[in-house]
C-alpha cells in the first residue's frame, strides 16, 4: 500500500485566493482525520469523517474551511478565502475503526502571503 | 478540553545517553499512543498503551501508562541520532472514540 497520499506537498498563495487540499487515504480504513500544525499550537484536529460522514467538525476555524468526502478514496480540505494566519502544515491521516492508531500522510505545506 | 502537556520542550543529549519524555494530563484517557514525527514528514505510530500501569517495549524504546491512566512515558536506553525527532503522545477520551488528543510534544535531538 501506498500510504496515504497528499497533495499537493507545498502550496504558496496570495491571501484572498482559494486553496484545495487533497488526501487519499489507505484502502479499507474507514475513517479520516483532517490535522493543522503550527509551532505555536502543535496538531489540532480539524474535522473527521467515518465511512464518509462527517463526524465531528469542532475544530474547524470558521466558515472559511470546508471539507468534503465524496467518497471512501478522496477527500478535500478547501479554504476560501485564504488568510496569512492559515499557513501551517496539513496533515491527513486514516485509521481502521476499532484499532488504534492513524497512519499520516506527509502533508500539505501552505504558505499565504 | 482535555490537554497533553508533554516535558521537556527540547531535549539535547550525546549519543549514547539515557533519557525520559513525559507525558501528563489531569484527564482520564481511555488509551495512549506515541508518535516519532520526522522534518517534512508526518507522525508514524510507535505504540499504544491502554492498560494502567503497563509497560510495553519496542527495541531501545520503554514506553509506561500510568496506573491512573493520566500520563505516559518513554524511556530511551543508549541513544543514537536515529532516534532524533519530535516524539508526540495522543489519548483517546472514550473506549471506541476515535478522536485523538495530541500533547505539545518533545523534540529530541542526539548529539553524534
Known amino acids: 500500500d501506498a500510504g496515504v497520499i497528499q497533495s499537493p506537498r507545498h502550496e504558496v498563495t496570495e491571501m484572498g485566493q482559494e486553496v484545495t487540499l487533497r488526501c487519499k487515504p489507505i484502502?479499507?480504513?474507514?475513517?479520516l482525520f483532517w490535522y493543522r500544525q503550527t509551532m505555536m499550537r502543535g496538531l489540532e484536529l480539524l474535522i473527521y469523517f467515518n465511512n464518509n460522514v462527517p463526524i465531528d467538525d469542532s475544530g474547524m476555524p470558521e466558515d472559511r474551511f470546508s471539507a468534503k468526502m465524496p467518497n471512501a478514496s478522496f477527500s478535500t480540505l478547501k479554504i476560501q478565502p485564504s488568510e496569512p494566519r492559515d499557513s501551517a502544515v496539513y496533515f491527513c491521516?486514516?485509521?481502521?475503526?476499532?484499532?488504534?492508531?492513524?497512519?499520516f500522510g506527509s502533508g500539505t505545506r501552505l504558505t499565504v502571503v | 478540553t482535555q490537554l497533553l502537556e508533554q516535558s521537556p520542550q527540547f531535549l539535547s543529549i550525546q549519543e549514547g545517553e539515557n533519557l525520559t519524555v513525559y507525558c501528563n494530563s489531569s484527564s482520564v484517557f481511555s488509551s495512549l499512543q506515541w508518535y516519532r514525527q520526522e522534518p517534512g514528514e508526518g507522525p508514524v505510530l510507535l505504540v499504544t498503551?491502554?492498560?494502567?500501569?503497563e509497560v510495553k517495549k519496542l527495541k531501545r524504546l520503554t514506553f509506561q501508562f500510568g496506573d491512573a491512566r493520566k500520563d505516559s512515558s518513554l524511556h530511551i536506553t543508549a541513544a543514537q541520532p536515529g532516534d532524533t525527532g519530535l516524539y508526540l503522545c495522543a489519548g483517546a477520551a472514550d473506549f471506541g472514540n476515535e478522536k485523538l488528543t495530541f500533547g505539545t510534544g518533545t523534540r529530541l535531538t542526539i548529539i553524534p
Open positions: 491521516a486514516s485509521s481502521l475503526k476499532g484499532h488504534y492508531g492513524y497512519t
Open positions: 484502502s479499507g480504513h474507514n475513517s
Open positions: 498503551v491502554v492498560t494502567g500501569g
